[in-house]
């Protein structure tokens, strides 16, 4: 089926750091999903695009949706040790209802 | 709105052992699903339901079963655990269509097979 390569799988940053990661697919959605998960709880929406080269900020977050509509970026202004967590890409597909597809994560950790 | 609910939170089984994972959401969301999390593999979909009594496979599906005879409840069945199985399970749900079908997860729970 579709995968997703989310990358890097793990970043150690310190504290005020800027942070990136990207998603990037063999096909081209038509949705891309950022999910924040910490330790023992369900993953959380932090983003939502739905166009292609749409910019989209959350607080510090900001996402970013490739204009080829195979990537999508995420970004994290100076990093607080609450950022700490695992976060996911998602997307979905024209052809896939509803059905989303998820990165394998990337794994921050922020050192005070 | 509590939003997705899931019992139990953890679950210890024996292998061969049948147990059912609850789920349900109370913002009348007509699409739900289960996925499973691994270490290292992400979130892996094992059976999804756009309606009420429509139900279907997603990724890895094999060992489970689910039902939908309401919108709110979305209950997965495993039908003789083992140890494969052991993994955090969550359960989702959405809107139906091209906007606003961003998906709200659970807190998960979490299945220990012996």
């Known amino acids: 089926g579709q995968q997703l390569n989310q990358s890097p799988q793990s970043m150690f940053i310190q504290e005020g750091e800027d942070v990136s990661m990207n998603c990037t697919s063999s096909?081209?959605?038509?949705?891309w999903l950022w999910y924040k998960q910490d330790p023992g709880e369900g993953p959380v929406l932090l983003i939502a695009?739905?166009?292609?080269?749409e910019l989209t900020s959350n607080g510090r977050l900001t996402a970013q949706f490739g204009i080829t509509r195979k990537d999508s970026f995420l970004n994290i202004s100076a990093s607080i040790p609450s950022d700490v967590g695992i976060y996911f890409c998602?997307?979905?597909?024209?052809?896939?209802?509803?059905?989303?597809?998820f990165g394998e994560g990337t794994q921050l950790t922020v050192n005070p | 709105n509590a939003g997705v609910t899931q019992t139990p939170k953890f679950q210890v089984l024996k292998t061969g052992q049948s147990m059912t994972l609850q789920c349900a959401q109370d913002?009348?969301?007509?699409?739900m699903s289960w996925y499973r999390q691994d270490p290292g593999m992400g979130l892996r979909l094992i059976h999804y339901?756009?309606?009420?009594?429509?139900?279907d496979q997603g990724e890895v599906p094999n060992g489970y079963n689910v039902s939908r005879s309401t919108t709110e409840d979305f209950p997965l069945r495993l039908l003789s655990a083992a140890p494969s199985q052991t993994s955090v399970y969550f359960c989702?749900?959405?809107?139906?269509?091209?906007?606003?079908?961003?998906?709200?997860f659970g807190p998960g729970t979490r299945l220990t097979v012996l």
């Open positions: 998602a997307g979905r597909e024209e052809t896939s209802g509803s059905r989303l597809t």
């Open positions: 096909s081209i959605f038509n949705t």
């Open positions: 913002m009348n969301h007509e699409y």
């Open positions: 989702a749900s959405s809107y139906v269509g091209s906007s606003y079908n961003e998906q709200f």
């Open positions: 339901s756009v309606g009420a009594g429509i139900t």
């Open positions: 695009l739905y166009k292609a080269g």
